[in-house]
């Protein structure tokens, strides 16, 4: 099983409310990461977890909150976004965060901004 | 610029081949990877080939690898319109590097 869960979907919020994001694996796999996907571009690394600890935050606003739970779950907190954070935002994993690791992608999580 | 680069654009007739090109900077890249991305959708992880590696076939899938010129591409063979979808090249050093991604459209 080569899957990796997201949910919602798709997501609408306002500037003011909170919502989170939630990712899950059952590979095994001890890392994962948060993309960002804007239209008509490559994703952008947001944040890598390894081993249930932050190991890259990619100098991304406050506004987003990386948390990992446990080794298969993965949640973006989000308060108070902007129009301009609307995007695809995709989540991976892999098997240890290792260089050179593959990482295989959820089907994303479309948010609006209002 | 970005590191890793593809044209943007691949137009086929259905049942053709399609290739698509990526150029990459660093050598010292130890897996190069072709996803699919279809509209809507999240990456789907077609094929990688690891560096020390000139070739890979995979079903309809050939990757060709060319180091010295750091040259990597993408064959698809007998294209089907569902092959329809953005196509990103990325490498992997110390984090996931994408190429803007090739749309490959197929009229029928």
């Known amino acids: 099983d080569t899957e990796v869960t997201q949910t919602p979907k798709h997501l609408v919020m306002g500037m003011t409310n909170k919502k989170s994001l939630k990712c899950e694996q059952h590979?095994?796999?001890?890392?994962m990461y948060w993309y960002k996907q804007k239209a008509k571009k490559p994703p952008e690394l947001m944040f890598v977890y390894s081993y249930e600890k932050l190991s890259i935050n990619e100098s991304v606003p406050s506004r987003f909150s990386p948390e990992c739970p446990n080794s298969s779950l993965l949640n973006l907190h989000l308060h108070a976004l902007q129009p301009e954070d609307s995007a695809l935002y995709l989540c991976?994993?892999?098997?240890?965060?290792?260089?050179?690791?593959?990482?295989?992608f959820g089907p994303g999580t479309r948010l609006l901004v209002l | 610029g970005e590191d890793v680069e593809q044209s943007l654009f691949l137009s086929v007739r259905e049942g053709d081949s399609s290739v698509i090109n990526c150029t990459y900077t660093d050598s010292s890249s130890t897996y190069l990877y072709w996803y699919k991305q279809e509209p809507g959708a999240g990456l789907q992880l077609l094929t990688y080939i690891f560096s020390n590696m000139d070739m890979k076939q995979d079903q309809r899938l050939t990757v060709l690898l060319n180091k010295k010129d750091k040259h990597l591409s993408l064959r698809i063979a007998d294209t089907q319109t569902g092959d329809s979808a953005i196509y990103f090249c990325a490498e992997s050093i110390t984090n996931m590097r994408f190429g803007a991604g090739t749309r490959l459209t197929v009229k029928p």
């Open positions: 590979m095994g796999h001890r890392a």
């Open positions: 991976a994993s892999s098997q240890g965060g290792g260089v050179g690791e593959t990482q295989y």
